[in-house]
């Protein structure tokens, strides 16, 4: 069970990972600044927090606490990042961390405590927290960018009026087992 459960959270992982990947792509470089309001956040801001919690969090996930004492999250919400090129730098980088420490994680180290702000949690509460936090921010990275993009934006699920034609293909295999998203993959 704990190698299937991690092997659905790689998955989970790289699925919010290609959900802001689709919407980068549909991004001209002034998208990736643009915010609402002076309070929220723009796309490059947000990248920068995630960067700034996966590389806190998953560098040396079983070994050490999640928040580092060179961590400095404030900054994460300033406007550091400058260029697409460097968002994509950060981006990748981060989620490398994330996918190293699950792919360090197995039978022998599962049980292993680990330690966000001196907090103890197992492996499998660390990694959903983590998931849902990621989920949380890829959903904003994904809605920033359909505000911007308007009606020019391209679903990254099953396009709005094409949920009865899914569900039809879906249901013709009968069942079947995969990941979720492995119809969605374009």
Not at 22 to 31: A, G, N, R
Not at 143 to 157: P, V
Request: glycine share 6%.
């Amino acid at each position: 069970m704990e190698q299937d459960y991690l092997r659905n959270c790689i998955q989970q992982m790289e699925y919010y990972k290609s959900l802001g990947e689709k919407t980068f792509d549909q991004m001209e470089e002034k998208d990736f600044f643009w915010q609402y309001n002076e309070e929220s956040n723009s796309i490059a801001i947000i990248v920068n927090h995630l960067w700034g919690n996966m590389k806190s969090r998953w560098t040396d996930f079983l070994t050490s606490d999640g928040e580092k004492e060179w961590r400095k999250r404030d900054m994460e919400f300033e406007d550091v990042i400058r260029t697409k090129e460097e968002l994509l730098i950060k981006w990748n980088e981060g989620w490398q961390c994330v996918f190293q420490a699950l792919k360090s994680i197995d039978k022998d180290n599962f049980k292993t405590i680990i330690y966000i702000r001196n907090q103890a949690h197992t492996v499998t509460e660390a990694i959903n927290r983590q998931l849902a936090h990621y989920a949380y921010h890829v959903g904003q990275l994904v809605y920033i960018g359909r505000m911007i993009r308007g009606n020019e934006w391209k679903s990254l699920s099953i396009p709005k009026g094409n949920s009865l034609d899914f569900n039809n293909k879906k249901f013709s295999k009968g069942r079947h087992g995969g990941h979720f998203t492995d119809d969605l993959k374009q």
